[in-house]
């Protein structure tokens, strides 16, 4: 298996306008950002709506992600289900396809009350599938917070590969870092990826890495050349850009509408999802016009 890190884009789950999974454009995005030299691919997370489609078309995005990266990179696989074998059941049906790699978030309805039950959830999971298993810390979803000292534990486990943290708690992402853990720590927040990078970290998940994939390569390099001024140059440009995320009532809606604008894919949410109003897409252009040219 290869190893997790540098940059992964979490895709954007490409849609037609009927609603149904745009085979295509999943390729052309995938090969977009695979060209941008990125070094790996992460689908059905927050980003691709994972929570949202229904099974046929999780399904849909799988098949046609692995033929797209073709074994180039490694393809990560969000699995956001509510409990244990639920994940693990729908991980065995990906790993009938091929995929290797999950992205496994904590209990978010039955929401864990402590550590040791989060432990007991990912030890579960990894004793039951084949592939390996990358957890997912992203507490503003799943309500609970896996600690560093967790972290370093969940680690240890044989089929657990990495820790995926979203939190945008610098504090406790530091003391990740320096807890002497062993396996691939991401960064899952854009606002802290140069500076995780700098401190250590194997890599980010910026969602933004599906429009700028070659800008993000060129920040990891510079990260792990601790290149402090061409860090900074950069986190400073993203925080400039993500300015765009006041124009629009979702997140997602402003990053398909990113997409849109490089003719990658459409514009589509999916399920209640806001896409962005004729307004807001105005906005955005009139914001980038000047700024963009920097990517």
Same mark, same amino acid.
């Given at each position: 298996m290869k190893e997790i890190r540098g940059i992964i884009p979490p895709l954007v789950t490409p849609l037609t306008e009927e609603g149904e999974i745009d085979v295509p454009a999943v390729h052309r995005l995938t090969e977009h950002c695979i060209q941008g030299g990125v070094d790996g691919i992460f689908v059905l997370g927050s980003c691709g709506e994972g929570t949202v489609l229904n099974r046929k078309d999780r399904k849909t995005v799988v098949k046609a992600s692995l033929e797209a990266v073709n074994g180039r990179v490694p393809l990560l696989v969000g699995v956001l289900e509510t409990s244990a074998d639920r994940v693990v059941e729908e991980i065995k049906e990906y790993e009938k396809y091929g995929a290797e790699y999950f992205v496994v978030a904590a209990p978010y309805y039955l929401q864990v009350t402590g550590q040791e039950e989060l432990?007991?959830?990912?030890? &579960?999971? !990894? /004793?039951?599938?084949?592939?390996?298993?990358? *957890?997912?810390?992203?507490?503003?979803?799943?309500?609970?917070?896996?600690?560093? /000292?967790?972290?370093?534990?969940?680690?240890?486990?044989?089929? *657990? !590969?990495? *820790?995926?943290?979203?939190?945008?708690?610098? !504090?406790?992402?530091?003391?990740?870092? &320096?807890s002497g853990i062993k396996g691939s720590l991401l960064s899952g927040n854009e606002d802290l990826c140069g500076p995780a990078m700098l401190f250590g970290a194997d890599g980010c998940v910026p969602c933004l890495a599906n429009i700028y994939p070659a800008f993000y390569r060129d920040m990891f390099r510079y990260a792990q050349e601790k290149n402090v001024e061409k860090v900074q140059q950069y986190q400073k440009q993203i925080l400039e850009v993500k300015e765009v995320f006041r124009f629009g009532k979702s997140w997602i809606g402003v990053v398909k509408y990113l997409c849109s604008r490089k003719g990658l894919i459409l514009p589509r949410t999916a399920g209640v999802i806001p896409e962005l109003t004729e307004e807001e897409k105005g906005k955005i252009d009139t914001y980038l016009r000047n700024r963009e040219a920097m990517y």
């Open positions: 432990l007991a959830h990912y030890g &579960f999971i !990894a /004793e039951n599938i084949q592939g390996k298993v990358i *957890v997912y810390n992203i507490p503003p979803y799943t309500h609970s917070d896996i600690l560093p /000292e967790t972290m370093k534990k969940l680690l240890e486990i044989p089929g *657990v !590969a990495g *820790v995926k943290d979203s939190t945008g708690d610098w !504090a406790l992402f530091q003391k990740a870092l &320096f």
